[in-house]
């Protein structure tokens, strides 16, 4: 029998790894592998804006036409819309390329500015999916080593948060983050 990732929280770990759709999780926040265009694409941003409704893309525009785009490794919040959420923090993660233009910064900042904003909105639980591994390119296991080790810095500076949870879609990324998980 499969278990969830409440019965992991249950074991007194403020990280946590779950395989299903991150649409479904009820936390006060989700992150949204946004584009900068803040409008909706494909893979989990799409089905972010699908699944939450029209009211998560009016929020969007507002933002849109208060700051313009939202630049690589920032992050915005809006409504959750109809998804069981509270919020959808929108962040923009790197296009990889080869790691040469201070991608693990930019990605590591995406992590980091989503939990800032997640704990100056109340947010004690945050969903994060694989930001930036599918059209963007980066690979993989970089990814979640950044993730990770990024998640793990801020969880022992803050005691507001009171978990978060990795989302993964495929068994690939879940046996990869389960690994990385076991490690300190």
């Known amino acids: 029998m499969a278990h969830t ?3 992991e929280i249950q074991s007194n770990s403020r990280l946590v790894l779950f395989r299903g759709d991150i649409t479904k999780v009820a936390v006060d926040a989700i992150v949204n592998a946004a584009n900068s265009s803040l409008l909706g694409g494909g893979g989990v941003d799409g089905a972010i804006h699908r699944a939450g409704g029209p009211a998560i893309l009016e929020a ?3 933002i849109r036409a208060r700051q313009g785009f939202c630049p690589t490794g920032e992050a915005v919040i ?3 819309g109809r998804l069981p959420a509270k919020y959808v923090i929108h962040t923009v993660g790197p296009v990889w390329q080869n790691g040469e233009m201070d991608e693990p910064e930019q990605l590591a900042n995406c992590y980091q500015n989503s939990l800032k904003l997640a704990v100056e909105n109340s947010a004690k639980t945050v969903a994060f999916p694989n930001i930036s591994t599918g059209v963007y390119g980066y690979p ?6 950044v993730a990770i080790k990024t998640v793990r810095k801020f969880l022992a500076e803050d005691s507001f948060l ?3 949870v990795f989302v993964v879609f495929d068994q690939e990324n879940y046996d990869l983050y389960q690994r990385l ?4």
């Open 181 to 184: 998980l076991a490690t300190k």
């Open 78 to 80: 809006t409504t959750a």
């Open 60 to 62: 969007c525009q507002e």
């Open 140 to 145: 993989k296991d970089k990814a979640a080593q």
């Open 5 to 7: 990732w409440q019965e």
């Open 162 to 164: 009171e978990y978060v």
